[in-house]
């Protein structure tokens, strides 16, 4: 089946421009501009569907780097599965999940990875790729990431957080980022002080600060700030490079922005709720509502100026991707374990659906351009993770995951709307968006188009990923 999507503007990280995008059964085969007679127009006039564009962007599908789907955490697990989740996903005009395998300490690496293809195989909407959390840094895990290497996993997630969980001491992760020097992965790091925090939330609880604000005021950023120096400080050592997750205290970004201009190769990622969600409006809402925007590292102050910031940051490109790390729990039964105990509240928004839109809404706003859009969603974290060109441009030989978004379409979001995650509730309820998903390709398959889904369970594939290609 062959797909003519004409009259767009096909939007890269280098600008829009008016073009015609030819989709031959799973790639794209041809982008011509009008006036071209090109081969590629000439098998456009046969092609068997033929979408119009008009006034509208045709970009490359979402790649989500940051996703944990069915994630074991805190009593619980996250509430989307493989299923739900990437189905939610492409109606947010994502096509690409990178999601996280786990290990703990005394679990086998290898198994640890079957389990979640196991999990995943067979029941995703669109396609997916995994990194591997290590949650135990020993010989055996250290020798596993290089079998994992060959694999298609080329990055590993270490956590400075969580003691007792996936936690690892200093010694661990210098270990592992050898490791990830010699054999060309990207060591990936959740950067708080877990220790501090421990001895901060038991002094809080101690006290009788029960409510959810208390998380983030126990995880201050300064806890955030000096982990981040200390994972760049073992990187340096190493030469291995370093991706920082979830970024979200604009002192840290600081630091990360200070090691990137000594010509450091580390990477800072943000994700939407640290944009425009905050301590002051959501985290503190009265009773126990607040818990629904409980996730680490925290939501910040709004006062101290975190938010702004952060958008800076990624116009200067010292923040490089935009991810969800999308861990969804439901209010009832979930959240509603930390009742009188915020430390007992899993970790975790959902926002998969939401990213392009909430994006979107930045550059309606001022905040980034419309090929800072793309980058930050699609292109830059398709190249740091080893996908691209396959996944992250519109251009021959790629994989056809296009997005048709209308700027002049409305997208009203709540649970009882645009909502399709596995939660019962969002935490974006009530945000409204100058922009609307219109129509969703997975390789080559209209999986979306005018407000109905189209594609279906299994239609998704496993991607081996490469070595990222900002190395150096």
């Known amino acids: 089946m062959t797909i003519l999507i004409k009259n767009g503007q096909v939007v890269s990280p280098q600008g829009a421009i008016a073009a015609d995008v030819l989709v031959d059964r799973e790639k794209i085969v041809a982008v ?4 071209d007679t090109s081969l590629g127009k000439e098998l456009a006039s046969s092609a068997d569907t033929v979408i119009d564009a008009a006034r509208k962007y045709v970009i490359p599908g979402g790649v989500d780097a940051h996703t944990h789907m069915e994630l074991p955490f805190g009593g ?3 509430s989307d599965t493989f299923d739900t989740g990437t189905l939610a996903a492409a109606w947010g005009g994502t096509t690409t999940i990178i999601d996280f395998a786990v290990q703990k300490t005394g679990e086998r ?3 640890c990875l ?4 196991e999990k995943a195989n067979g029941n995703t909407h669109i396609d997916y790729a995994f990194h591997q959390i290590l949650g135990g840094v020993d010989d055996d895990s250290l020798k596993a990431m290089d079998e994992l290497v060959n694999e298609g996993i080329t990055s590993f997630k270490l956590f400075m957080a969580y003691p007792g969980v996936y936690y690892s001491d200093d010694g661990q992760i210098l270990r592992a980022m050898q490791a990830a020097s010699n054999n060309g992965s990207m060591i990936m790091m959740h950067a708080e002080n877990g220790i501090a925090i421990d001895v901060l939330v038991a002094q809080a609880l101690a006290e009788g600060k029960t409510d959810p604000k208390y998380h983030s005021l126990t995880r201050p950023w300064e806890t955030e700030a000096e982990a981040t120096n200390r994972a760049i400080m073992l990187s340096r050592i190493t030469g291995a490079p370093l991706y920082i997750v979830h970024m ?5 970004v600081q630091v990360l922005q200070s090691a990137k201009n000594e010509g450091l190769n580390v990477f800072g990622e943000t994700c939407p709720q640290y944009l425009y969600l905050s301590l002051e409006e959501q985290l503190s809402q009265p009773g126990f509502e607040g818990a629904k925007w409980v996730c680490s590292t925290p939501l910040r102050s709004k006062e101290e100026g975190h938010q702004e910031e952060l958008w800076k940051y990624l116009r200067t490109n010292d923040l490089s991707i935009v991810s969800t790390d999308h861990c969804p729990f439901c209010f009832k039964e979930q959240k509603e374990l930390g009742l009188g105990n915020f430390a007992a509240i899993p970790n975790g928004i959902g926002s998969v659906e939401h990213r392009l839109d909430l994006l979107y809404q930045g550059v309606v706003n001022g905040h980034i351009s419309l090929a800072r859009w793309v980058e930050i969603c699609s292109t ?10 396959q996944k992250g441009v519109i251009a021959p030989g790629s994989d056809a995951d296009i997005v048709i978004y209308d700027p002049a379409g409305r997208t009203e979001i709540g649970f009882h709307k645009t909502h399709h995650m596995n939660m019962d509730h969002s935490a974006w309820e009530g945000f409204n968006i100058d922009g609307h998903v219109d129509t969703v390709i997975s390789r080559g398959k209209v999986v979306v188009d005018n407000n109905t889904y189209l594609g279906h369970k299994g239609h998704g594939k496993f991607l081996k990923r490469g070595l990222s290609q900002y190395l150096i």
């Open 380 to 389: 830059t974290p398709a190249r740091m993770f080893g996908l691209y060109p």
């Open 76 to 78: 619980t697990y996250a």
């Open 248 to 252: 979200s205290a604009k002192q840290a």
């Open 114 to 117: 079957a389990a979640w293809h």
């Open 109 to 111: 690496v290898q198994d």
């Open 32 to 35: 011509f501009t009008p006036g």
